[in-house]
């Protein structure tokens, strides 16, 4: 069986409680964008939080951030004259990471390589969602000042997820890029490449799910990367793209380590 680590290290800690501050979707944006880390430190301390006790609180990962985490399901958002609306990549997220703690919590190892697989599934469709919805806006932006041939075509099913974030991005951010010669695009590619299996499995005429041998410190692992990968990719696009996250989608990013625990 998985379990998850209670607490993450310190520098993980700092790092979260930045971007939760620079980049989640809080209340209090108007009174922190463009603060520096070190004026960051400052402001908490100037609101009864000593950054190094903020800190050593948020190393525990039940513990919430104040003034800078909403805590709203990640699957809701407002917009307009305070109108709740759904949106699909943040629907799938939101269910992604419930897919996540089941691959985790399952005693059952089949079930949990079955919820791990889901989890990837739902990533990749989130992320799917999430660039579909970035064309579509672009296309209407852009509307008045390109050609009809030069609009995202949102339908292509031809064009692969990694081609549509090496050849949208750039158009979404006038040049900026998507890093693809680290380590996070490795590990995405592979799991694309391994969701890719999964969906191309799920539509055979016996469709089925094997463990192929995997163990639990291998699906660990698989877990873990979800973070490094994908996730973070994820993640680097909103930065890019300067849309503001769900604190869900920054904790992802520093979920503590999953292991596989010693037999009763």
């Known amino acids: ?119 990837l599934t739902k990533l990749n469709a989130s992320l799917t969602s999430y660039l579909s919805a970035k064309a579509q806006a672009y296309n209407v932006d852009n509307a008045d000042v390109i050609d009809i041939k030069d609009m995202i075509d949102i339908e292509d099913e031809n064009i692969s997820l990694e081609d549509k974030i090496s050849q949208w991005v750039p158009l979404f951010t006038t040049g900026n890029a998507v890093d693809i010669n680290n380590k996070s695009w490795a590990l995405f590619t592979a799991q694309l490449a391994e969701c890719n299996v999964l969906v191309g499995n799920a539509h055979t005429s016996n469709p089925t799910l094997t463990t192929d041998g995997l163990s639990a410190t291998q699906l660990a692992a698989k877990v873990n990367d979800l973070r490094g990968g994908i996730i973070s990719i994820m993640y680097e696009l909103h930065v890019l793209l300067n849309d503001e996250m769900k604190s869900q989608l920054i904790r992802a990013v520093y979920f503590p380590d999953v292991y596989v625990s010693e037999p009763a």
């Open 1 to 119: 069986m998985l379990k998850v680590r209670v607490n993450i290290a310190e520098k993980q800690a700092k790092k979260l409680i930045f971007d939760l501050v620079k980049y989640s979707d809080h209340s209090n944006r108007d009174l922190t964008d463009g603060l520096k880390n070190k004026v960051i430190e400052q402001w908490f301390e100037e609101n009864k939080y000593p950054f190094k006790r903020l800190v050593s609180d948020t190393r525990n990962w039940n513990y919430t951030v104040p003034f800078v985490e909403n805590t709203l399901d990640s699957k809701v958002y407002i917009s307009g004259e305070g109108i709740l609306n759904v949106s699909d990549y943040q629907g799938d997220f939101d269910s992604a990471l419930a897919f996540r703690d089941l691959a985790i919590n399952e005693a059952n190892f089949a079930a949990g390589y079955a919820a791990y697989s889901a989890c």
